[in-house]
């Protein structure tokens, strides 16, 4: 049973680490190399929400906005001039990244930083005694993703996003404002990433480097999900419980790279990963 | 060429400069983690440098010259402590080498130290048995800081025991030792396991933890993120057990708050240790550095001692010639803050441990003292 | 004859003052490192001992992003797998110069091993190079994962340490990365002018316009990835006998981002800019970071941004513009000398017909955009493709190239199923194909365009630019018609649109295909580019006996080329026959009349 519970609670926590970046990659087709360093900006929301003696729920929409802005501002410098050169945007993201991480350690020092639980203790559920807030975060990832469906189903925005996704140049050709729905999807990926890094520092330290753990799983996660929230649900189920159980039954080490060389060899056997889910 | 810089160029501490004009400053060059793992404790480090050589020059110096620190950022790896032993070795020229680093960027320095042949004083707890002609260690090996901790939880009635560590050098190490000591003290270890060093989810190892049935946990993880990532997880899972941190300072215990109430940690140093020395060491530190202080610990303070202990041998040698001072280097001691230190015992040095235990305000409370504790056969061949 | 004799002695002088000006560069760099210790301090030959050997990395990285496309973080790994093999043989065997030998072997062998396997996960038909990109950052931490739980094999994260290597002092070691250094960097200089190197800059440009010149793109990228994971292994070699130490961190991809950024700054593309970028700006860190630990990092960083985003092509690129001369203008007769080449015959005749289409059928889910679609060409035909706009035209073009397109039925070319066939493996059995838009290689010269189309026939030099490029007599009349033999040695982005498509066009009869599948050609040309094409497609396939498949909009065109016209609406085949029969049909009356342009 804790098993069970081990294998969706850690599927949530890699799709809510995710589900930013997958936004991001799916409409403009980049991959947002400085993913990391959104993480951490959030999570020191959560210390400056701290600092201020607010409630750490507090930092939840702090994050969101920090993170949207200035999700905003890179995309109109950095992203935006890039779009030709997707290469290049990728290694002024990472560029990016680096300048972040040196301001959080000029600002904040190199040190770990407190921060206030959201939820503490445990739960009896399915015969044992389970974290709490790991089944919070179980609720999270739900309402995140049900959030994205609602969004993409149900707004006029999620329609042109989806149009984009198809066929960007017939998008455009169809009158939509290509432009304007990129910078909307980039602030709503980088503000969801920030959040998602709040949500984090209950489970992890919080310093200046600590997006970085979280890289290169989020990034295989979404080449193997292509541009689908349903299919990065099922890669995190799937991976994420091949992680537990490899962790558990062989070694945590090697559940350590379980992610990435599963998604490295699914996508090496077909090359549209889970997109078709 | 001469670039402005943060840290001063070479954080030269030279009072009553005029009193030595005419001598040459003997050089301590300090390779050390400015930036990377170790920077969290970097600045501490450099703090309890700074004064023991302002003490000592403000005392007149060594030998009647007056001392110069040299600081070099090292990234806390092989890499770069290269670059900043090269930079110190033959650039800046030091007499000697006195640092906290971690065991790769030791590792990655020793070529340069054997074939500058300079002394190379290590202030850093590590897992042991690093060997070489110039090397001398003034802080703990796993011999010395495990079992005050088993032996502590033996007596309070542990019998099976949970191994968790970060997947390197040191983690591996002490809890090697840990499963050895353990067994020969007629515990049982039920499960040994290991993250990778960046990893962050510990969910599989504390599932395994809690089907164990272990009466008792001792890990070893990385400084800092793992180890602050692997609390926060365990409180989250509901773990109560007696849980010894061999990886845990008194400032990141700080730092995780009600998490880390109850936690055993055993060092060679924590603040409260009631000695005239350590007390004379905190007023002085605090003093000089006032707001900008950072904890001393016990990474700091044999950064301090060793200081001292060199400008002993240096006294007794009669010179800064590197084999004069290496011939005696094990033969001078220093009375410090952590009391008398002699780094006798093959290049290292017996120490005494203090068991301490994570109140809820964050501080470390000395529950026991463990006299004099042999670091054991590191070096046989030295 | 007397042409030749003209041109070649000025061009052969350039190449010649070349040769001459980078050998004597080489001696110059030669000199400096071999006599440099003489004059450096032990720190500073300390560093740049090691700077040196990073500049070998820099220029693999230079290599594969600048000139070939593939944004690699994993150099780093190979040179770390390099330098464990190293550490480990001579730590846990012993040290003797058989076992060094064999270390520096094994350094070089084992990387090339695991750079096929990289390669092989990263290159396949259909991958992009984003996920090269992430494989190249997978690889590293997996490598690094393994070497910290290798225990005392591999030393974890201590690394390993006091291992005795080559018996060389301070500044032996100097002179060997020195001379190492020299001597890859003069290979990469010689390899990527020669006519094979150029290939990585035309699949860096345009890689499906090579797998359509036949060129198996993927094998070369994984071919690639092996010898510089090879080269990247001797560093590796060299590294961990000359600072007699090994760690983690060497394998990691943050020092392989390190190496992406070094080449950045120096200016890929250039492979002297990233190695003075190495080379620098690791000295200046050796120097500053000690004293400025998180702001060097922060300036470097931003430094990078600014740079990735104004000026893509590095300092190098800074330099070369203010000095940049000949290149980048229209330089009119200069260019090898064109020799013409009886045609090899390369593939087998075969009797029956050339392509044979047995009820094709392509769907997009339950979409069907060509169904039943039944035709045989002959050698020697000329058939025109026509109907109106989404009659599946251009789909059944791609159909006949990539086997991996159709939903169903039977496609064969010269006797042989395509099914599963990859474009360069169907190129192979003697189809070429020229786009729409004009695919061609932008930063190529015009000659190089066409040496592109020849390398699958005859294998390039890896050393020499040849001063000769042989091409079959019908591919230098096309030249000779649209007076683009008189542009050989321009750049292509300088061409107009008419020379584009006219060259596009050279390059596919340079293949000497035997079916040639032309989409659109005359789009967008003058009416004289038009009768000159038309000219050459009938010549082609009267008097050549090519086949051809012409996809195309102006009747006119195609009445007055065609020998057989074949209409295709709402993705069916409704009528095949000759120009007479299908231009008076009432079927294409109604279809055209239906509003699309004729």
Known sequence: MTLLLDIVTTAAILFIVSAGLLAIFGVLEIVNFAHGAWLTVGAYCAVVTGGLGLSPWLALPLAFVAGAVLGGVTERLIVRPLYSRPQDAILATWGLGIII????????????QFTENLLSGTIHILGTDYSLYRLFALAAAVAIGLGFALLLEGTRLGLSARAVIMNQSLARALGLDTTRIRFVTFMIGTGLTALAGVLLTPLTSVDPTMGVAWLIGSFMLVMVAGSSFGALAVACLVFGGAQVLVSTFISPILGGITVAVLSALVLRISSKGFARV | MKIPSLIATVTSVMLASSAFAADEPIRIGVPVGLSGANSVVAPSVVQSAELAVEEINAAGGVLGRPLELVIADDASGAAGAQKAFDSLVYQKEVDVLISMETSAARNAGLPVVSRSKVPYIYTSFYEGRSCNPYLFVDAWVPEQQVPPIVDYLNAEGA???????????????????????????????????????????????????????????????????????????????????????????????????????????SASYVTGIDSAENKAFLDAMAAKFGDELRTPNDLSVPQYEAIYLYKAAVEKAGSTDTKAVVDVLDDVSFTGPRGTIQMSKQHHAPLTM???QVQEDGSVKVVETFKDVDPGEQCPKL | MSDALAISPSRSNAVRRRAAILGVLALVALALVIFGPMFLSRFSINVLTRSMIYAILAITVDLLWGFTGILTFGQAAFFGVGAYATAMLLTHIGSSPTLISLALVLAILVPVVLGTIVGWLSFYYGSTPIYATVISLV???????????????????????????????????????????????????????????RILTAIRDNETRCAYLGLNTQRIKI??????????????????????????????????????????????????????????????????????????????????????????????????????RGRGEVVAGAGPELVSE??????KMVDGPLLSIDKLEKSYGSQKVLADITLDVAPGELVSLVGPNGAGK???????????????????????????????QIVALGVGRKFQVASVFESLTVAECLRMARASLEAPSFVAAS????????AIEILQLTGLDQLLSTEVSLLSHGQKQSLELAMVVALEPRMILLDEPTAGLTKAERTTIGTILKKLTNELGFAAILVEHDLDFVRDISSRIVVLHQGRLVLDGSVDEVVNSDIVKTIYSGGDHV
């Not at chain 2, 290991?194 to 089907?211: E, F, H, Q, R, V």
């Not at chain 3, 009886?342 to 593939?347: D, I, K």
């Open chain 2, 354 to 356: 203090y068991l301490g």
């Open chain 1, 101 to 112: 991480g040196q301001l959080i350690t000029l600002g904040f020092g190199r040190d770990v």
């Open chain 3, 342 to 347: 009886a045609p090899r015959h390369h593939v």
């Open chain 3, 223 to 324: 071919m690639l990835t092996a010898v510089l994971a090879g080269v990247a292994g001797l560093a590796g070699f060299l590294y961990a006998n000359a600072s007699g130490v090994v760690a983690p961190e060497n394998t990691s991809f943050v020092f392989g981002t390190e190496l992406v950024v070094w080449t950045a700054l120096g200016g890929r593309g250039t492979i002297l800019g990233p190695v003075l970028g190495a080379v620098g700006i690791d000295y200046l860190s050796a120097s500053l970071s000690g004293e400025l630990p998180f702001l060097w990092q922060l300036v470097v960083g931003t430094l990078f941004v600014v740079m990735i985003i104004f000026l893509p092509n590095g300092l190098a690129a800074l330099v070369s513009r203010l000095t940049r």
């Open chain 3, 394 to 424: 251009t789909t059944m073009m791609r159909c006949l190239t990539d086997g991996k397109e159709s939903s169903g039925g039977v496609i064969r070319i010269a006797g042989k199923n395509i099914a599963g066939m990859v474009p360069n």
């Open chain 2, 159 to 265: 019998k099976t025991y949970f191994l968790i560590g970060s997947d390197y050098s040191f983690g591996r190490g002490m809890l090697e030792f840990a499963r050895s000591y353990v067994e020969s003290t007629g515990g049982a270890v039920v499960g040994e396991e290991y993250l990778p060093m960046d990893g962050s989810d510990w969910t599989a190892i504390i599932s395994k933890l809690k089907a164990s049935g272990a009466e008792a946990m001792i890990t070893s993880t990385a400084g800092g993120a793992p180890n602050v990532a692997l609390t926060k997880q365990l409180r989250g899972a509901g773990v109560d057990l007696p849980y010894a941190n061999l990886a845990v300072d008194e400032g990141t215990a700080k730092n995780m708050g009600a998490d880390a109430t109850g936690i055993l940690i």
């Open chain 3, 467 to 474: 001063d000769t490029l042989s091409l079959p007599p019908a």
């Open chain 3, 139 to 197: 690889f590293p931490i997996v490598v690094t994962q393994l070497i910290y739980s290798g225990g005392t094999l591999t030393g974890s994260s201590s690394g390993m340490v006091g291992y005795s290597g080559l018996p060389f002092g301070l500044e032996g070691f100097f002179r060997l990365s020195g001379i190492s250094l020299v001597v890859v960097t003069l290979g990469a200089l010689i390899f990527v002018r020669s006519d094979s190197g």
